[in-house]
């Protein structure tokens, strides 16, 4: 427990002094498999295994994400309301199409790490990457609100 927060310490302390946005993406990441690891109690030998499949996963998962995002953007009414029946559609179609390959990744991750880690740890990395998201996002709105009172 007490490397946890020395983790998030540290994650918080980068993103303080960091200004280049690709190195402060880089220590996140190092920052998010040292606590992903920690959390999950990975041995060295299921780290081995762990981070190639995981990492395949995360950027599948970042990419399809991104679409979703920018196909969000054109489903915003403002930017629907001129849209006829037949684009409207296709854009329905491609939203379901980006929820699926979500979905479909995902699955495929459990696929992949059963038999490499238990499956307890399985059920368990979900939430551990849900509460370290958490975390950052609570660091970075107090930044802001320590920012907005100056």
């Known amino acids: 427990m007490k490397n946890i927060y020395t983790l998030l310490f540290l994650l918080f302390s980068i993103l303080g002094f960091s200004q280049d946005t690709e190195e ?23 780290a081995q295994q762990f981070w190639p499949i995981f990492n395949q996963f995360d950027d599948r ?17 403002g930017n629907t309301m001129n849209l006829s029946e037949k684009e409207t559609a296709k854009l329905m179609e491609e939203d379901e199409r980006l929820e699926n ?12 790490l059963q038999g490499v880690i238990p499956n307890r740890k399985i059920l368990m990395l979900r939430q551990i990457d849900i509460e370290f998201k958490q975390k950052l ?13 100056r």
């Open 24 to 46: 402060r993406i880089e220590r996140i990441k190092a920052l998010r498999i040292a606590f992903i690891s920690e959390k999950l109690e990975l041995t060295p030998e299921e």
């Open 61 to 77: 998962q970042s990419k399809l994400q991104r679409e979703k995002r920018k196909l969000m953007r054109n489903l915003r009414p």
């Open 101 to 112: 390959e979500i979905q479909n990744n995902r699955r495929q991750l459990v696929k992949d």
């Open 137 to 149: 996002l609570q660091q970075i709105q107090k930044r802001q609100e320590r920012r907005y009172k």
